[in-house]
């Protein structure tokens, strides 16, 4: 018998999804792999954003990784600079730092035929036998080319790339989009400004809830003494998450209350009739990623604010003119446009077997058998890749089971069993097939548009529940792939 072989291990991305695949390698006994992140510390979208407002919208307790439960959050929604100590603080808890190199952005990973060869913007070279493309979803800010943007005069931010020494109090702010970060930043901004006005192209629901409210102490101080009640709350989360999955993926009564509430939660905090026809969408509640918020109707109340519902017509050296002929006097544009969402590890230049670019793969969308595994790409695989569950099943689980799954395959490699795996194109069409038949009941497919389509019109979620995604990736089928 031959001596097992180290697989060497190239990991892109050092957020969620990078670091759980990094400690799941390193509790099954792979430590040969490197970290590359192309920021200056880890946390992904949480290192990123840094807007005013910034708050997590899923409930904490379920927003962290099942092995490194944090007991003492802040709040029950917790904001976002706290998300990015938690990952920091996994990062040096498990000992990764060694394994990270910061500052360090791909920008070509090529298949040599046996494993990759891949290489940072600084020139540096990583020969690899894996590699692990956690490069996240909400990673490229959307910046709409708005006629005039070039004339300003004065400040231009995109949320996701804040610049706290821009002031913002005592200013004319104009904050265009209305996705969960332009809601967030519209309430935290409005107290301090001398106007706010926010410009809606289409209002979305915005379902009440307090995302201010602090976990209390005693919570913590419990949960941190008895580790078990922790275990415990998780599963009661996790088995919550999974009635929410149902909401979405199910039309049913649930769906409906939930859907009711989101009306009431209009209904109950706008008064004004004129106001509330301006807010109210011409889609169902839950089809795009669903808003919370319990302080954006007040802060649009307040006297300082404006909606605006007109389009944009072009932007002047001071200003916004809409299609009105309206001109709004601003200091300030801030622009919560979200993000090129199906971009993944683009635009890196990433090239598979036989000299296929991704780009060349995925010319009609994001494609990947189980958020995983690509035709054309052996021994790549993605951790919260395309179809993840964004909209439906706790993040930071869907990536700890990918995790594992992959690293399923990488102990095979070190057994011997093949030295290239590569997912065949009938399993990754079967896949889709699935997806989307099981897409037909969703509430995402209830007519409206969000960052969750693809250009070409897919949605690019899983449709499935938590069981059926842990049940496929709980061991490798061999029939799917091809091992050589
Ligand atoms: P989203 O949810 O993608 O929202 C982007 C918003 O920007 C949305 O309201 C868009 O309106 C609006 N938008 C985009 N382009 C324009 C132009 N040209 N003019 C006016 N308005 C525009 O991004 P977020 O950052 O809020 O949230 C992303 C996710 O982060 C969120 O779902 C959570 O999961 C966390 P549209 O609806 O296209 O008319």
Known sequence: MTAPREPRIVIIGAGVSGIA???????????????????????????????????CDVPSQLYQFGFAPKPDWSHIFAPGPEIQGYLADVVDRFELRSHLRLNAEVVAAEFTGSGWRVETGDGAVYEADFVIAATGVLHHPATPDIPGLGEFTGDVLHTARWDDAVPTAGRRIAVIGTGSTGVQVVSALQPKADRITHFVRSPQWVIWAPMWMPQPALVGAVLDRLPQVNQTLYQVGMAGAKLFTDVVTRPSWRRRAVQEFARLSLRAQVRDPDMREQLTPDYQPLCKRQVLSGSYYRALRARNAELVTMGIDAVTATGIRTVDGRHHEIDMIVFATGFQAHNYMRPMNLVGREGISIDDAWAKGPRAYWMTAIPGFPNLFTVLGPNSPTGSIPLHHAAEVTAKYITAWIQRWRAGEFDTVEVTESATERFEAEVGEALGPTVWSTGCNSWYFTEGGNIDLLPFNRRTMESALATPDDRDFRLR
Do not use: Q
Not at 25 to 40: A, C, P, Q
């Open 21 to 55: 695949s990094a400690i799941t390698l390193r509790r099954n006994g792979l430590n040969d792999f490197v970290i590359l992140e192309k920021g200056s510390d880890v946390g992904g979208v949480w290192h990123w954003n840094r807007y005013p407002g910034l708050t």
